[in-house]
């Protein structure tokens, strides 16, 4: 699609000329043609890249050196060559140095006979380059209305995928962000893992390049974004071929654009449905009264199935935002192709399982890819709650409840963790709602007076100190570490706390004792 100086040579008044030093840069690329007319080496800033130069060299026709400084200064600029015209009027004969310096630069030199005017070889240099871009935005508009016309009819991005392979006759693949094939033509699944291989190794340069990126596994591939915005969707891999890179990169620049006006085109779509799901859910698990023959009716309206759910997870993270931890759980179970009925309540994503689901599996598995995806996470930031089995749809609000309450109090008492089973915590929710009654309170507080009034006192945290030993006093570096004290100092407080409570409160039934007691002062 672009002019070199090969092409030059066969058109206008260049097919006269001869190539007489430089070959090497014989591919180099005419974008624009100009007279020398100002034949000095301080004249490269006026110079543009892949710009053909004519002149006779007049101004400097006895003066080899600044020849010679005008040609380094030419090829400095990035030009694409230099025609010489009206040999043997002002110059008589090319000095044998100039020659050699065009062939060390790989910058051609032309010379055409003296008969041959300048309006001669730069006029159809401009006219070609005229057509050229005409033909360019010609070939833009045709890639445009076809691509536009499979989204207008959502031929899907298998369709595109295709057209793109077609014209360019190479291997395509489509991949979004979780690194799923969207659509692929001409690739074998082993060539397909290779790309996945060499697009994990080389991520970080993918993911902050907004053009593309070359990788090579065994073949060499383009990857293009797939961008709308900021939003990155996804990536043409493209195989690299003998085509024109300009032509090749009008491909791509236009066939990233018809997959994400795709793509978003189906995220509004699923966006509304996921706002009308994410309010049914909100009705479903909510405790007021409501007409269950109603809820069945939607729920068949949206293909849920509520009389074989067997349990619910509820999934948080303080890192990520609820509706985009969704999307990324979404495309993990499509992946693993889990049947999915899930959607946001407040900060957590509710997913809802069948009956022959293993969901602590689940659980794991949602977790550590989560975690994989985004390497920035850590452990800590994200948890989920494994509810206990769903028998009856009229169950869910309970089963919910308490899966929130299990997920509270695992965390709070059980940050190692970051799954929390509500089969195995079972006693913690009912514990935790009965906390705040009055003869609890009062129960807690008359056996933790010492403590309280000691704090109250002399402020040493005694109860903090407490509380963390109660958990886990074998860990005793840990404990100091979290406090934030040395472990001497915690040996002198938990010395403290036994002396204070006349008794050691992480001994037998005193400790279930003491621990529930914390727990209901805590809550």
């Known amino acids: 699609m672009k002019i070199t100086i090969e092409n030059a040579l066969t058109f206008g008044g260049l097919t006269e000329g001869k190539l007489v030093a430089g070959f090497r840069g014989i591919h180099n690329i005419i974008e624009s043609v100009t007279v020398l007319e100002v034949a000095d080496p301080y004249?490269?800033?006026?110079?543009?890249?892949?710009?053909?130069?004519?002149?006779?060299?007049?101004?400097?026709?006895?003066?080899?050196?600044?020849?010679?400084?005008?040609?380094?200064?030419?090829?400095?600029?990035g030009c694409s060559g230099i025609v010489l015209c009206h040999l043997g009027h002002f110059i008589e004969n090319i000095a044998s140095e100039v020659i050699d310096v065009c062939n060390d630069l790989a910058f051609p030199l032309i010379v055409?006979?003296?008969?041959?005017?300048?309006?001669?070889?730069?006029?159809?240099?401009?006219?070609?380059?005229?057509?050229i871009s005409n033909e360019k935005?010609?070939?833009?508009?045709?890639?445009?209305?076809?691509?536009?016309?499979?989204?207008?009819?959502?031929?899907?991005l298998g369709s595109i995928c295709q057209y793109l392979g077609e014209k360019l006759n190479a291997s395509i693949v489509i991949i979004d962000v979780m690194d799923k094939i969207l659509a692929s033509y001409g690739c074998a699944p082993d060539e397909i893992e290779q790309i996945y291989g060499e697009l994990h190794q080389c991520r970080e340069r993918i993911l902050t390049n907004t053009t593309y990126t070359i990788i090579q596994p065994e073949k060499a591939y383009y990857v293009y974004p797939i961008l709308n915005e900021e939003t990155r969707y996804g990536y043409l891999v493209c195989e690299i071929n003998s085509l024109d890179l300009e032509y090749v990169l009008l491909m791509l620049k236009h066939t990233a654009i018809a997959c994400s006006l795709l793509v978003t085109h189906h995220e509004r779509r699923s966006r509304m449905q996921q706002m009308y799901i994410n309010d049914f859910i909100k009705n479903l698990v909510d405790s007021n009264e409501k007409e269950w023959d109603e809820v069945k009716r939607t729920a068949f309206s949206l293909h849920w199935d509520l009389e074989h759910i067997g349990a619910l997870l509820l999934i948080v993270t303080t890192a990520l935002d609820p509706s985009s931890l969704l999307i990324d759980i979404k495309h993990i179970l499509l992946q693993q192709d889990i049947r999915q009925q899930c959607g946001v309540v407040g900060e957590h994503v509710v997913l809802f399982l069948d009956d022959t689901a293993d969901r602590r599996r689940i659980a794991d598995l949602l977790l550590q890819s989560v975690l994989k995806h985004h390497p920035r996470l850590s452990r800590d930031d994200i948890a989920v709650s494994v509810s206990s089995q769903i028998h009856e749809p009229e169950n869910i609000p309970e089963v919910y409840k308490v899966a929130v309450d299990t997920l509270i109090l695992g965390k709070r008492f059980l940050p190692q963790q970051q799954i929390y089973d509500c089969d195995t915590l079972a006693f913690l929710p009912s514990l935790y709602e009965n906390a705040e009654a009055e003869n609890f309170q009062n129960i807690a507080r008359r056996i933790l007076q010492p403590i309280l009034e000691y704090d109250l006192e002399h402020n040493h945290e005694l109860m903090n100190t407490l509380d963390a030993l109660l958990l886990n006093d074998h860990a005793m570096q840990g404990i100091a570490d979290s406090l934030h004290i040395h472990r001497n100092t915690l040996q002198y407080r938990r010395k403290k706390i036994i002396e204070l409570l006349g008794e050691d409160p992480f001994a037998g039934l005193h400790r279930i004792n003491y621990i529930l007691a914390v727990f209901t002062i805590k809550f």
């Open 43 to 77: 004249s490269k800033a006026w110079n543009l890249p892949n710009q053909l130069h004519v002149t006779a060299l007049y101004a400097i026709r006895d003066d080899l050196e600044t020849q010679l400084a005008v040609i380094r200064s030419l090829k400095e600029a």
């Open 112 to 131: 055409v006979p003296k008969t041959v005017t300048y309006i001669e070889i730069i006029v159809p240099i401009v006219n070609r380059i005229l057509e």
């Open 137 to 156: 935005n010609q070939l833009a508009l045709e890639i445009q209305e076809t691509l536009l016309q499979k989204v207008i009819h959502e031929e899907g």
